[in-house]
């Protein structure tokens, strides 16, 4: 009897390949075969079964190999091992809800360093700055362009046309974050010249602008690339106790606070409503979440009642201190149960102090639980439909010093990767 297998092609260099079987048969003590195999450019490997075919009478002998190793002389490594090299977040997760990734321009200038791991674990996106206010907006065009644009502000996509581009090529979906929030949004789209020295509008102007700029933006999408946006971030970060007015509504550095009023992100989704196709989703999308649920359905249940928002997105900006098992699950089952649509749309995860073995190994279980619970979520029949990780690695991320992210600045994937994946080298415990 002969069994042949397949040598993938980048094991053929590889200058030895140990194959261990254990032979199964109705009788004990049966020795285990072994070959190896050591010509560089043989495609096959063909075993031959010790003790030939079974004869009449015989219980037919049935091999299974339980284990693969190969060698280069220093170290072996069991194909269970080699094994994580073919998981991916995308494919893990199949079954639950798309893995996403914040990518900025730069890292689109470069990605053949990257694509690998883009494509083998992701299958949405997110521009880390290339659709917000500041890049969509033109200042030159409106300000060129009045009083034609007085009410109707100029956009342009300039910016985020790699990530459009990369997108549409990889057959990867688009998040478009995000259209109003308080920062990266310039301080001349609120004048009435159009400069940064100018004067403030009034509330009915503002509300006219919003409206021409989230129409301007929607409708772009929509007619050249339909069907690629899945999810919008129509308000950013509205909520703040710390930094908002005595309803929590974020007044601090907020121009839109200043110039529209406290109901500023009502009237911006009802603008997206008027716009948005049915297949772009839109989202209300904040940070500390775990903190502030009741503030978030307060402020948003006029909006939901009348069907002007479709989900919540939590950023997820976590530590290693952060307890996800329990606080952070009820947000989550909290935003669900009142009829959102749930998606983790920043996540990462920093080490506070000294990034010890431990500390890494600590990371490593966060991310398994909050994976883990979203995971259980979902097939519980949570509306959990989405988890993006917020940046690459830990040297393109913008908390760079924290090492929040899933591989190393080598691209090399961390313990949290694993954890991510739910590997069992990921202890089951937060």
């Known amino acids: 009897m002969v069994i042949s297998m397949k040598i993938k092609q980048n094991l053929m260099k590889w200058m030895g390949v140990c194959l261990t079987m254990t032979m199964l048969t109705g009788c004990t003590g049966q020795a285990e075969p072994t070959a190896a195999v050591q010509d560089e450019t043989m495609e096959q490997v063909t075993i031959a079964a010790i003790g030939g075919s079974a004869t009449e009478g015989e219980e037919a002998k049935a091999f299974t190999i339980q284990s693969i190793g190969y060698s280069d002389g220093e170290e072996t490594v069991t194909e269970a091992e080699s094994d994580r090299e073919d998981m991916s977040l995308s494919g893990k997760y199949a079954g639950n809800f798309p893995i996403g990734v914040a990518l900025p321009a730069h890292v689109l200038g470069s990605i053949s360093r990257y694509d690998d791991v883009i494509q083998n674990n992701f299958n949405i996106m997110t521009c880390e700055n290339e659709t917000k206010p500041d890049a969509l907006l033109d200042q030159q065009a409106s300000q060129s362009g009045l009083p034609r644009t007085y009410e109707n502000p100029c956009v342009h996509f300039d910016a985020c046309q790699p990530a459009v581009e990369y997108a549409l090529k ?82 601090k550095d907020n121009l839109w606070y200043e110039t529209v009023g406290d109901d500023y992100y009502y009237h911006a989704f009802a603008s997206a409503r008027k716009y948005a196709p049915s297949y772009m989703k839109l989202f209300y999308n904040d940070y500390g979440c775990s903190g502030k649920v009741d503030l978030i359905l307060k402020h948003l249940s006029q909006a939901k009642e009348e069907g002007l928002i479709d989900g919540i997105g939590m950023q997820s900006h976590l530590s290693t201190e952060d307890d996800i098992q329990h606080k952070f699950v009820y947000a989550a089952k909290a935003f669900c149960d009142a009829g959102y649509e749930l998606q983790i749309t920043e996540l990462d995860i920093g080490i506070k102090g000294a990034k010890t073995e431990d500390a890494y190994k600590k990371q490593a279980r966060k991310y398994r639980s909050l994976f883990k619970n979203m995971q259980e979520m979902a097939e519980d029949g949570y509306p959990v439909t989405a988890v993006i990780v917020w940046g690459l690695n830990d040297q393109l991320s913008w908390r760079r010093g924290e090492d929040a992210l899933l591989f190393d600045g080598a691209m090399n994937p961390k313990a949290a990767y694993y954890g991510a994946l739910q590997d069992d080298s990921v202890p089951d415990i937060e």
Do not use: C
Request: charged fraction near 25%; proline fraction near 2%.
């Open 170 to 251: 990889n057959n990867m979906k688009l998040r478009l974050h995000t259209l109003v929030w308080h920062s990266q949004t310039p301080r001349w789209f609120f004048t009435e010249d159009y400069t940064n020295e100018g004067e403030l509008v009034d509330r009915e102007v503002m509300l006219k602008r919003m409206d021409a700029y989230i129409r301007s933006v929607l409708e772009y999408f929509d007619t050249q690339y339909p069907g690629l946006i899945y999810a919008v971030d129509v308000v950013n970060e509205a909520f703040d106790v710390e930094n908002g007015d005595q309803n929590g509504v974020r007044q």
